[in-house]
């Protein structure tokens, strides 16, 4: 009774209430298209049919199954977005630090951090290809791009907050700029460094996945656009969806177990709500 | 009018989302209105049916605003043909796939004879399995043909390395000669080579592609692979000067004086079917595909594989393409050295400023279809 | 006082006219061709100013019709995204446990690539209304709102959770309501992080606008131009629009920031 009560009222739980309810809500629709649509599985596919597509043997190139296709080219993508990201974290990082030690360069900066931001990712492509001569290297320098942006915006909000009395105690210790960083602001910004880890880690692998449809070769995005445009059956499409998806959400999760590791007062915080 | 579509429009989102977000409660009075909605749309399209002659046909479509291209560079000889029956140049943007044509979104839906024609027509995997109930206008018969795949490179590369072009396009067009005598092996060598294009669609694409290599616009047989026919090259040069529109003033009146010689370049077609070229100066080089791997260019996949490129000395890497950074660009900056592209695409390139040479040009005839259900 | 008011003055000025300074001297580059030289490009895929605000100023009536038709989908995106996901987080907090729940599920929709995600949202949308134009727009509009729902939701919740210390023990002993707490506690506690939400979602409405239209059935939009003409190779007129999407972005940003500034002024 105990055991049933803990496991109901664990946020696990609901989390697969929504998920079933999801899953049936997906199923009848499904069902709908199947009965009014001549090839459902290009507008929504049953799950059933998904996971089939996984788990099949049938290779569907000279030399790999769905699965090992996917999978290879997740590795290409996923690689790329890891390097990416870390490059996007420790510029973003560097950017809020400099702009909160100096008004005027965040004054200067931040409004172009925007406009990177707003520039369609395709006007860049051609530009940083021609400057890298690689479209490898062009990938991960558009997913650092991409992904900088909220870790810089999160970070430099994180600065800001920290209270005015807090500064003033501070200043009453005589404490040094360095020592005004490393004992306060830094510690007290990490939660919403985190926040900007936590958006742009999702955001890292799709800008990857989007950066790959510019070109060939190996990548999530290559096969995505390859299958949507007919080259192989759709449901390689709908196992880059799932599989893009998941990725992402464990990556938020990833980033958030980091935080905990590292961030204990966050733990107590919570536990003593 | 267009306010109100507009208002319609934020209208059916906001109904949507909130009939989303009660939920299961919802769902089965919207699945409802979804299927009214689809066999409203089947019964408009069989109003059209009425029509027998291509141009009835065509100017139908066009007044019903159904006529599907996918554009991006591909839109012009739906253009030259909507003009020719006095239509405004409008289209609708198509999917990558025939589902829009299949739902009776698009009445007239553009389609490569080699590709999207075969899936409309088979059911095999991927096909839709219409056989004999759709019918076709051929842009060759219409008279607004414009050439398609063609081998291009730089201007600058072409005058710095000659021989290796000439090596590549002698090698390029054995490859060809071979996949189009034997275009069943021709699909097989593409399969292997890692295009995940189904073995059954990709015979039947070899097997097209053969005849749009061999048939000139006027339906007349060719027999040099790669030959750059003057009619048909000044055709379509004349079409693109006419339909390509471009935003960019310094760009259309370049456009309005480009001559064929700024475009092509006979000489290193004509020495490479001679033979005569020396050891090529660059060893090592790449060809970016206009498409993704398929049979569509299964003349540089079975020059690959028979070692033609390696007995005129060559490495040559295929680059997939069909991604956002076209082949042009591609071969423009340099990071690959030949392309294939449909001819009017090259034209708005040179347009726009790039020094683009076609030096082959492997399709004799337009592959573009529109299909229509009978 | 009037010294304080100067400061105060200075650094508003300050903050117009450093990034106006630092964009005179990068557009200076680039035009003299100094930029070109930095990145090592060509002025033919980085065309110069001049040539570009010709293009602009040439085409001023069909740039403002696709700037109209992108701009509509991304503020109504904006709105209707940032509005359901405000009410996504309300309910996540008002129902802890099921809700959540819930909002994992909403945030894992921001983990699905925008051009997975734009097929399909199209393909779903087909049957809402036999014209093109009309269906694609309302495809666009959903697409933006379910980028925008996620980044809301997870902010507000946060703001609307993470109260300051004690403060909800003050409401016990003031004997509040549920319904009052949110009012005075909570929805005020939420603001800034609203805010937050949409520094992310507002540059996010924008591009994954321009994004959908390059799946769009219907032929429009500023997306769509910089698409078309870059695979067309007209890189001077492709650089028009995404100038134009530049301005647009900054627009909506400044507006943003003009908003914030007065809501977050008012509360103190």
Known sequence: MKLVRKITNSKLFFTFIWIAALI??????????????????????????????????????????????????????????????????????????????????????????????????????PIINAITKDIAVSRIVIAAILTFYPVAANTLAGFKAVRRESHELMYSYSASKFQLYTKMMIPSCIPYFFTGLKISAPMAITASILVDTLQGGLGLGCLLSQSLKGAMTRYVFWDIVFFSAIIGILSFYFIGIIEKLLCPYKKLEQKGR | ??????????????????????????????????????????????????????????????????????????????????????????????????DGFDDGSITLASAMTYNELGLVKNSYEGGYGYGDKVGIIDMNDEGVAMLEDNLFCTKESAQKNPNTVKAFIAASMKGWKYACENPEEAAKIVYEAGSSVSSDHQAYMASEVKKLCETDTKGNKVSDYGKMDEAAMQQTLDLAKKYIKLDDSAAADKLKNLTLDDIRNTSYWEDAMKESFDKPEKTDVSIQLKWLPQAQFMGYFVANAKGYYKDVGLNVNIVSGGGDIGETTAVNNGTVDFGVTWVSNLISANAGGMNLLEISQVYQRSGLVLVYKK | MSAKMNSKRRSAVQSVLLPVAFGGVLITAWQTGLLHKLLNTDEYVLPYPTRILTIISENTDKIMENVWASLEVAL?????????????????????????????????????????????????????????????????????????????????????????????????????????????????????????????????????????????????????????????????????????????????YAILIAAEAIVLKKRR
């Open chain 3, 76 to 252: 109504l995106g904006l709105l209707f995204g940032s509005v359901i996901g405000y009410l996504i987080a309300v309910f996540a907090a008002s129902f802890r446990k099921l809700g959540s729940g819930g909002l994992t599920i909403v945030s894992s929709f921001n983990a699905i690539p925008i051009v997975a995600l734009a097929p399909v949202i199209i393909n779903w949308t087909k049957d809402v209304s036999p014209q093109a134009d009309v269906r694609s727009m309302v495809a666009k509009i959903v697409i933006v709102t379910i980028v925008c729902m996620a980044s809301m939701s997870v902010n507000a919740y946060r703001g609307l959770t993470e109260l300051p210390a004690f403060s909800q023990d003050l409401m016990k002993t003031y004997g509040a309501g549920k319904l009052t707490e949110f009012r005075k506690l909570r929805l005020p506690n939420s603001i800034p992080y609203i805010f937050t939400a949409l520094r992310v979602s507002v540059p996010v409405s924008i591009i994954s606008a321009l994004v959908s239209e390059y799946f769009a059935e219907y032929v429009i939009g500023v997306g769509r131009q910089i698409r078309e003409n870059i695979l067309i190779a007209q890189y001077s007129t492709a650089w028009a629009y995404i100038l134009v999407a530049c301005v647009i972005g900054i627009a909506m």
């Open chain 2, 1 to 98: 009018m267009r306010l109100s579509k507009k208002a319609l429009a934020v209208l059916i989102t906001a109904a949507m989302i909130t009939s989303a977000m009660s939920a299961c409660s919802s769902s089965s009075s919207s699945t409802d209105a979804s299927s009214t909605a689809s066999s409203s749309s089947a019964s408009s399209s069989s109003s059209a049916e009425g029509a027998t002659a291509d141009g009835d046909r065509i100017i139908a479509a066009a007044k019903d605003g159904k006529v599907g291209n996918w554009g991006l560079g591909n839109e012009y000889e739906i253009f030259a043909l909507l003009t020719k029956y006095g239509q405004e140049n409008k289209f609708i943007s198509q999917a990558f796939d025939m």
């Open chain 1, 24 to 125: 049936i809500v997906w199923e009848i629709f499904a069902y709908q298209v199947e009965q009014t649509k001549r090839t459902p599985e290009n507008v929504l596919p049953h799950l059933s049919g998904v996971v089939d597509s996984i788990t099949s043997d049938k290779k569907i190139n000279g030399s790999q199954t769905a699965f090992q296709m996917v999978m290879e080219n997740a590795g290409a993508t996923l690689s790329r977005a890891a390097i990416g990201y870390v490059i996007g974290i420790a510029l973003g990082f560097i950017l809020a630090l400099i702009m909160s030690l100096s008004g005027i360069v965040e004054k200067v900066v931040f409004p172009y951090l925007m406009l990177i931001q707003i520039i369609p990712i395709l006007g860049m492509a």
